[in-house]
Structures are given as structure tokens and as C-alpha cells.
């Protein structure tokens, strides 16, 4: 068993596809037309996921006010997704050049590397590095 895709609501399909594909460097798995449940307008049924990964994310673009609503605050202000990298230096001054906003300072803590950074809708991510040297001593 494992968690294969979850969504994440955007206001627009290609701004979407772009920041995952153009910035974060995910793969785009599907774009294929579709039909709303809600109301069988057209839509599209969008899928990226990073290289190599088994779960990945649908981006869906709202239908409706309170879907509109949730643009950027998913997880109410909280973190809500986490992207891990082999090389977070690398992967963190890529992102910066992209200009991508990040909303912390890099810091260490037991379980990795972190920075936050905002998606291009708003969402909460963290970026995750690896343990720093000596963090799974000092976690026991």
C-alpha cells in the first residue's frame, strides 16, 4: 500500500504545471482533458511528481467560491507539504534563483535541513536536506 497522488487546488493549470515542472524540476506524469463532478464542465486531470517518486500531486484548478478560497492557505498557514533533497545547498540556491519566496532562514534540526518556502499559489512547503553530522547521536 502507498499514498499514490493527492491534490492541491491552484487557480490556473499551466502557471501551475510550470512552477512544478519549470522550478521544482517534477516530471509531468498526465495532462489529459477531463470532466467536472461538479457541474461536467470541462477540465483537465493534471498530474506531476519528482523524478523517480511513486506519489504525486493532481494539480486541480478550483471550481467554485470555496475552492477559490483555499488558493494558497490548504493547510491553514501551516506547512503541508515536504519536498526532500540529497543536496539542499544545491537545491535551495536553485530555487532562489528562480525566485522562488522563501519565508525562513535555512536552520538544522534533528530530522534535517529545512528552509519554508511559498509554492506559487501560497501553500506552506518545507525543503529538507539531509540529517546534519551527529544529529541521529544527539536525537537518541
Known sequence: MHLELFSIIVDD???AIEFFTGIL???????SPAISTH???PKRWVVVRPPGAVTGLVLARADGELQRAAIGNQFAGRVGLFLRVDDF???????RAAGVEFVT???????????V???MAGNRWDLLGPRPAGAEDAAR
Open 13 to 15: 493549470y499551466d502557471r
Open 25 to 31: 524540476g517534477f516530471e509531468l506524469v498526465e495532462d
Open 39 to 41: 457541474g461536467g464542465q
Open 89 to 95: 545547498a544545491a537545491a535551495y540556491h536553485r530555487l
Open 105 to 115: 532562514e535555512p536552520r538544522d534540526e534533528p530530522y534535517g535541513r529545512v528552509v
Open 117 to 119: 518556502f511559498r509554492d
